[in-house]
């Protein structure tokens, strides 16, 4: 009834705000307003703003102070407060504070951060929580959607498909508007990415104007336009994804043939060989479901001893959801197998050893330097054990280390689950909710997966599919994810949505092969061909393709500022010839936070967040963390403040995979750290790693993949943390984990 109640109000909002008022209207009067909390600038006890048109300071509700265009000020947090410093003063602010746009009826005005140079248009509200800045930016809707638009799906993509973009972020900011809360939405992917307007994005610009106003209605309430990247070939029903009701009869669960077509989809490949040389971690698995069989029939356990001879068969099974889900959970591979077994085991149970007939008895086993003795039964015992039967049976075989070697066994058949640890362990997993699928193709099986997201509604590939190839229109794509939803200016009025047209039914194509990776070739300015030159990607990203045409294979994405060498221009002024600078690959393994506490006192932990694909987006030291009832938390205040961490926060220990080119990067760095930090703290300022890396991945030069351990990290921080990390070692050694001599 809340949910329900929530919408009413909400539609009738919408129509009264876009009734207009006598005047020329601002931006503010003319359509909603959206308050963002902006997570994706990790501001924590300091903000620097530079003005891009006039705002005025309110505390409490009262007008404090002016300040003019262009004004560069500083917010931080001193003693629990906000302190305003601009033009050498500083004015103390109280807990919360207001900065208000005043209007202009100029060009767009806002603010800018440091950390991000993008224009924030609308009015800020800065408040302490815990000791650290909770920012929310207030702003109409359609000024939203300027930096949502182009950050959700790229400012390449067909217009078409960028309207359809536009109307669905404009739907769901509306759909959670929210009075009760001090925020609308987050900034980042838990709602929508917001990062600020770029003039540059003009194409999502156009499609949010040429939209203004256009919402989706489905049973005379805004309806909740989810979206993601890619489906995998077929829509998700919300209840699959997400627990709890609603009335989402807009959704339904259809083939997506653009989705496939397209072949910028995320595609991931295993390839399974008939020959039995498989992956080493789909080995493993298999080996780990094969174990009961290898201890009912007595062959060695040891993984070592189990070979895979051939794979005769892979198949999908087990549908998460009901028809006509293609969502498998569960790989099934047929397989041929042979073992090693203990000699023994294939030995008759006894056998007996001939003696010759009569009263002599026989040493059986004589000692170093005896000598064989023949005698009367009556003579003097041997200090050597004798047997006197006619036959001596011997005793059960024990086992003695020794294998046969690789005894064909035959057939078999295993099944494994495809959960998000399986299928990160064989490269396949990319949002947890993969759609699997299997071919077969010389002489090997191919496990492919797709979806990136949960796949519920509109597919953001299928629809720069759809207008790109396909020449539909904003409205069509949108029928054809959400069918039941019609389109309304403002909430109100006659539908603008038409009905599905039939030809969007239709049978899914196959699924795409994957992309395929060139080698990238290094930009060095002491070799460039002759009329090259060194030039930087001036966009959000661009595309690699094989050939100048929009058909020509798709290589890889250039990415913002990544570095390029133009080769030649071709005939179309819109296409050059270039080589790529690398992106250098590095790798950092991540603990829990939980896992890395002392009972004695504080830690310093670089706290790691990470982006959707797995890689760093930064990594923040925090020197001051100490456990709490719940998990753990930290000061930057000498303990006046802290701020809660849960306990499975991913920290780096410093235990990182760098190549030369990192060292270089370091070292060039180095003087400028030291210049800077050497005066302030001569005795103790620390270079850490995770400046460096932080600094690379903000100029993107770098990836850094997350991998994850649950291991618990034995360190001494603190004289009493010693008998810990002694008994830990100890333990471990025992269990065989260490070498009893850890130097050699």
């Given amino acids: 009834m809340k949910r329900l109640l929530r919408a009413v109000c909400l539609a009738l909002c919408w129509t009264l705000l876009m009734a207009g008022m006598p005047g020329k209207a601002s931006a503010e009067e003319a359509a909603p307003m959206v308050r ?28 404090l102070m002016a300040l003019p265009e262009n004004a560069q000020v500083t917010v931080q947090i001193r003693s629990g407060a906000l302190y305003l410093f601009y033009d050498g003063m500083s004015m103390r602010l109280g807990k919360s504070a207001e900065f208000r746009r005043n209007q202009s009826s100029s060009a767009m005005t806002g603010l800018r951060f440091e950390k991000n140079g993008n224009l924030y248009p609308g009015s800020l509200t800065l408040t302490v929580e815990n000791g650290t800045l909770v920012p929310i930016l207030t702003l109409s809707v359609e000024d939203y959607l ?7 799906m790229s400012d390449s993509f067909p217009l078409e498909a960028l309207k359809a973009q536009a109307v669905c972020a404009r739907t769901y900011a509306l759909s959670h508007l929210n009075a009760s809360r001090a925020y609308d939405v987050v900034d980042t992917t838990n709602d929508q990415v917001f990062k600020g307007v770029d003039s540059s994005t003009k194409n999502a610009a156009r499609a949010v104007q040429e939209t203004a106003g256009i919402v989706g209605m489905y049973n005379g309430k805004l309806a909740e336009c989810f979206y993601s990247a890619s489906n995998g070939g077929q829509t998700e029903l919300v209840e699959n994804v997400w627990s709890g009701s609603g009335d989402y009869g807009y959704y339904a669960m259809v083939d997506d043939p653009y989705d496939l077509e397209n072949p910028q989809s995320i595609v991931r490949t295993m390839k399974i060989s008939k020959n039995g040389a498989v992956k080493e971690t789909l080995r493993t698995l298999i080996y780990e479901q094969m174990l009961p069989v290898l201890m009912r029939e007595e062959y060695s356990t040891d993984e070592e001893n189990f070979r895979i001879d051939e794979i005769t068969a892979v198949t999908l099974a087990s549908p998460a959801f009901a028809a006509p889900s293609r969502r498998m959970t569960e790989l099934v ?5 042979s073992g090693k077994k203990p000699f023994a085991s ?9 003696l010759p007939a009569g009263d002599a008895t026989y040493d059986v086993a004589p000692a170093e330097g005896d000598e064989w003795e023949l005698g009367e039964a009556t003579a003097t015992p041997s200090p050597v054990p004798t047997a006197t039967a006619t036959s001596v049976p011997t005793p059960s075989p024990t086992p003695d280390n020794r294998l046969t070697d690789f005894l064909s066994a035959g057939e078999a058949t295993v099944t494994i689950a495809l959960n998000r640890q399986n299928t990160a362990a064989l490269s396949l997993d990319i949002s947890g909710s993969e759609i699997f699928s299997v071919t077969e193709e010389n002489g090997q099986f191919l496990l492919q997966s797709r979806r990136y997201g949960h796949g519920v509604g509109m597919s953001q590939r299928g629809a720069q599919w759809m207008a790109g190839q396909y020449s539909k229109t904003f409205d069509e794509i949108l029928a054809f994810y959400y069918p039941g939803m019609v389109l309304m200016q403002g909430g109100t009025g006659a539908p603008v949505l038409p009905t599905v047209p039939p030809e969007l039914a239709a049978t899914p194509a196959p699924p795409a092969t994957p992309t395929p990776k060139p080698t990238l070739m290094p930009v060095t300015t002491d070799s460039l061909p002759e009329g090259a030159k060194v030039m930087y990607v001036n966009a959000l ?4 393709r094989a050939e100048p045409s929009m058909v020509g294979e798709l290589l890889m994405r250039l990415q913002a500022n990544q570095r390029v060498i133009v080769l030649e221009v071709c005939d179309d002024p819109e296409w050059v010839h270039v080589k790529t600078d690398v992106v250098e690959g590095y790798c950092m393994v991540s ?3 939980k896992n890395t506490l002392s009972e004695n006192g504080s830690v310093a932990r670089g706290v790691c967040i990470k982006n959707e694909d797995g890689t760093l987006q930064s990594v923040t030291e925090r020197t001051r963390i100490e456990p709490c009832d719940g998990g753990a938390h930290y000061t930057e205040d000498g303990g006046e403040s802290w701020v809660d961490l849960p306990g499975d926060t991913p920290v780096s220990m410093n235990l990182w995979g760098f190549g030369k080119s990192f060292l270089d990067e370091a070292e060039q760095r180095f003087a400028g750290w030291l210049t800077e930090n050497l005066p302030v703290n001569p005795l103790k300022c ?4 995770p400046l460096v890396v932080t600094e690379l991945i903000e100029e993107n030069k770098a990836k850094i993949q997350v991998l994850r351990s649950t291991d618990k990290w034995f360190g001494v921080t603190y004289r009493e943390d010693k008998p810990l990390v002694v008994d830990a070692i100890a333990r471990k050694t025992a269990e065989g984990q260490y070498p009893e001599n850890l130097w050699k």
């Fill in 146 to 152: 300027l930096g949502v638009v182009p950050y959700e």
């Fill in 333 to 337: 591979v047929a397989l041929k197998w």
């Fill in 591 to 593: 603990y829990l936070l």
């Fill in 541 to 544: 990203s661009l595309n690699l």
């Fill in 346 to 354: 294939i030995l008759p149970e006894e056998t007996a050893i001939p």
């Fill in 686 to 689: 620390e270079y850490f790693l």
């Fill in 36 to 63: 963002v909390l902006l997570r994706r600038l990790q501001l924590t006890d300091r903000a620097d703003l530079t003005l891009a048109g006039a705002y005025t300071v309110r505390v409490g509700g009262e007008d």
